[in-house]
């Protein structure tokens, strides 16, 4: 038999810490008798050793003709050089494969020098990435944290080992599957939402309104103003507990606003005549008798605010309109009473009794001319020009 090569990946393999394999058996080469001095060489686990017994020739030849040299050898165990990587081990057989290790002593000593050598420097061209320590500063709910890290650590996982949640709305300003870089400062905003319902008001507004029926500079109120009322829900985001957005998620209406109108009078005021005497150009108007409708009248100007020269307007007025008849009646128009008012029902706001009591007519028509006109003068005025009042 030919002395083989005996370096196998079983050999390899059991020089790699962590990977399993199977234990090298002690091999034996069995080679013809190649010299007078016949040899037989143990190599132990640990030391390879030769040892050679020699006998006389002729005692070896009385036992066999052809004594076989027998060589029984365990593998050394190679020594640990590498990682526990599978790729490793792979890469170093395929460096391995093209050595060769003679059934001599001295043949295998050698190869193990040169896996040794082949280890060495496939170990030097394949080093691993150098792992430093990394220092970041994190600045999270008002607070800054000093966060260490090793080289190639992500965002997600500095903060998952620093024991930092981050919800699924906050901000943080390094992605989260990015890696980290040492003096990294990372900052995250909380962000949250909530739902809250509000009671709201929504003022009136004010207009004016020129009206030349009203004297200058007086002010009527036409339409009364009205504040709205409601609810709203609205939808707030608040970024580090700070409201950065409000929406208005449904809005109900208790009470519809109304908006205020008032009416400003510009109709020029005519001259206020000299108590006890007529005014310029005013009708004349003769004697009123005591318990008449004309002396109830007279008797009321001072409550609206006139002095006793508007009553020759207002005499003419009313002598003109129904005859001071507190039952004149128009067949043609439906107007009613002293003031004739149009139609008559409209003197009910000023007694229920307004079909038949003067005084409740009188009471109605003075406030008719004051709200229209501002005096009986006025109504005049409007009436000479007109035809009516």
């Given at each position: 038999?030919?002395?083989?090569?005996?370096?196998?990946?079983?050999?390899?393999?059991?020089?790699?810490?962590?990977?399993?394999?199977?234990?090298?058996?002690?091999?034996?080469?069995?080679?013809?008798?190649?010299?007078?001095?016949?040899?037989?060489?143990?190599?132990?686990?640990?030391?390879?050793?030769?040892?050679?017994?020699?006998?006389?020739?002729?005692?070896?030849?009385?036992?066999?003709?052809?004594?076989?040299?027998?060589?029984?050898?365990?593998?050394?165990?190679?020594?640990?050089?590498f990682t526990k990587?599978?790729?490793?081990?792979?890469?170093?057989?395929?460096?391995?494969?093209?050595?060769?290790?003679?059934?001599?002593?001295?043949?295998?000593?050698?190869?193990?020098?040169?896996?040794?050598?082949?280890?060495?420097?496939?170990?030097?061209?394949?080093?691993?990435?150098?792992?430093?320590?990394?220092?970041?500063?994190?600045?999270?709910?008002?607070?800054?944290?000093?966060?260490?890290?090793?080289?190639?650590?992500?965002?997600?996982?500095?903060?998952?080992?620093?024991?930092?949640?981050?919800?699924?709305?906050?901000?943080?300003?390094?992605?989260?599957?990015?890696?980290?870089?040492?003096?990294?400062?990372?900052?995250?905003?909380?962000?949250?939402?909530?739902?809250?319902?509000?009671?709201?008001?929504?003022?009136?507004?004010?207009?004016?309104?020129?009206?030349?029926?009203?004297?200058?500079?007086?002010?009527?109120?036409a339409t009364q103003?009205?504040?709205?009322?409601?609810?709203?829900?609205?939808?707030?985001?608040?970024?580090?507990?700070?409201?950065?957005?409000?929406e208005v998620l449904?809005?109900?209406?208790?009470?519809?606003?109304?908006?205020?109108?008032?009416?400003?009078?510009?109709?020029?005021?005519?001259?206020?005549?000299?108590?006890?005497?007529?005014?310029?150009?005013?009708?004349?108007?003769?004697?009123?008798?005591?318990?008449?409708?004309?002396?109830?009248?007279?008797?009321?100007?001072?409550?609206?605010?006139?002095?006793?020269?508007?009553?020759?307007?207002?005499?003419?007025?009313?002598?003109?309109?129904?005859?001071?008849?507190?039952?004149?009646?128009?067949?043609?128009?439906?107007?009613?009473?002293?003031?004739?008012?149009?139609?008559?029902?409209?003197?009910?706001?000023?007694?229920?009794?307004?079909?038949?009591?003067?005084?409740?007519?009188?009471?109605?028509?003075?406030?008719?001319?004051?709200?229209?006109?501002?005096?009986?003068?006025?109504?005049?005025?409007?009436?000479?020009?007109?035809?009516?009042?």
């Amino acid at each position: 038999m030919n002395k083989a090569s005996v370096v196998t990946a079983a050999h390899i393999a059991q020089a790699v810490e962590g990977v399993s394999a199977p234990k090298a058996q002690p091999q034996m080469l069995v080679t013809p008798y190649v010299a007078a001095k016949p040899a037989v060489a143990v190599e132990s686990s640990d030391v390879t050793t030769e040892h050679v017994a020699t006998n006389t020739y002729a005692e070896y030849m009385n036992d066999n003709l052809v004594r076989p040299e027998v060589i029984i050898r365990t593998p050394k165990r190679a020594p640990r050089i590498f990682t526990k990587s599978r790729a490793a081990v792979v890469a170093l057989v395929a460096a391995s494969s093209t050595l060769s290790v003679a059934a001599g002593a001295s043949s295998y000593t050698s190869a193990h020098q040169v896996v040794n050598a082949q280890g060495t420097a496939f170990a030097s061209a394949t080093k691993a990435p150098v792992v430093q320590k990394l220092t970041l500063s994190v600045e999270v709910d008002g607070k800054k944290h000093s966060v260490d890290a090793l080289t190639g650590a992500t965002v997600a996982r500095v903060l998952d080992d620093a024991g930092i949640t981050v919800g699924t709305l906050d901000e943080v300003s390094k992605a989260l599957d990015s890696t980290v870089d040492d003096g990294d400062s990372i900052k995250i905003v909380r962000v949250t939402k909530d739902t809250i319902s509000e009671q709201f008001t929504d003022p009136h507004s004010s207009s004016e309104q020129q009206d030349a029926n009203l004297p200058k500079g007086e002010r009527q109120v036409a339409t009364q103003g009205v504040d709205g009322q409601g609810s709203r829900t609205y939808s707030i985001t608040y970024k580090d507990g700070v409201e950065v957005k409000r929406e208005v998620l449904a809005e109900s209406i208790t009470q519809a606003r109304v908006d205020e109108v008032v009416k400003v009078g510009t109709a020029e005021k005519a001259a206020t005549p000299v108590p006890g005497t007529a005014a310029p150009g005013a009708p004349a108007s003769g004697p009123v008798s005591p318990g008449s409708n004309r002396e109830i009248a007279q008797s009321m100007l001072a409550s609206f605010g006139w002095g006793p020269e508007q009553f020759a307007y207002l005499d003419y007025l009313w002598q003109k309109e129904s005859g001071w008849n507190q039952h004149a009646a128009n067949r043609s128009s439906g107007a009613y009473g002293i003031p004739q008012a149009l139609p008559g029902g409209k003197m009910a706001s000023a007694g229920a009794d307004w079909a038949t009591n003067p005084a409740t007519q009188i009471r109605w028509g003075l406030g008719y001319i004051k709200g229209r006109y501002g005096s009986p003068q006025a109504a005049y005025a409007h009436s000479k020009s007109t035809g009516w009042y």
